[in-house]
C-alpha cells in the first residue's frame, strides 16, 4: 500500500487545514488508516484513526471535538479535517494503515506510511 499525503501549511491559531491521504495498490475492507504526528523533540503520536469497512473512528483526547478523520470510498482517500487549531498542534502529520480484523485497535499497529506533512500553526 502507497500512502500519499497533502494539504498541509500555515495557519494561524483558530484556523482550520484539511489534510488528504490517497492509498494506492492492495486495498480492501480490511483497511484501517490513521493519522499521527510528530512535533520537534517529541515522540511520534496517535492523532486519529479510521475503519475502512464501517467507518468507525478513534480519537487522541488532545484533538476530540476538533479533528474529524473521514473516508471517500470512491477514492480510496482518508481526510483529516482540523479546526480550532492550536500552537501545539504544529506538527508533521503522517499517514498510516494497515490490514486488521474488526476488533483490532486503531492506535497501533500500523505498517504503511506516507511521507508526512507539515503543519505550523502560529499564534
Known amino acids: 500500500v502507497q500512502l500519499v499525503e497533502s494539504g498541509g501549511g500555515l495557519v494561524q491559531a483558530g484556523g482550520s487545514l484539511r489534510l488528504s491521504c490517497a492509498a494506492s495498490g492492495r486495498t480492501s475492507s480490511r483497511l484501517v488508516m490513521g493519522w499521527f504526528r510528530q512535533a520537534p523533540g517529541k515522540e511520534r503520536e496517535f492523532v486519529t484513526g479510521i475503519r475502512w469497512s464501517g467507518g468507525s473512528t478513534y480519537y487522541a483526547d488532545s484533538v476530540k471535538g476538533r479533528f474529524t478523520i473521514s473516508r471517500e470510498d470512491a477514492k480510496d482517500t482518508v481526510y483529516l479535517q482540523m479546526n480550532s487549531l492550536i500552537p501545539e498542534d504544529t506538527a508533521v502529520y503522517y499517514c498510516?494503515?494497515?490490514?486488521?480484523?474488526?476488533?483490532?485497535?486503531?492506535?497501533?499497529?500500523?505498517?504503511?506510511w506516507g511521507q508526512g506533512t507539515q503543519v505550523t500553526v502560529s499564534s
Open positions: 498510516a494503515a494497515k490490514f486488521s480484523g474488526p476488533l483490532a485497535s486503531l492506535t497501533t499497529g500500523y505498517v504503511y
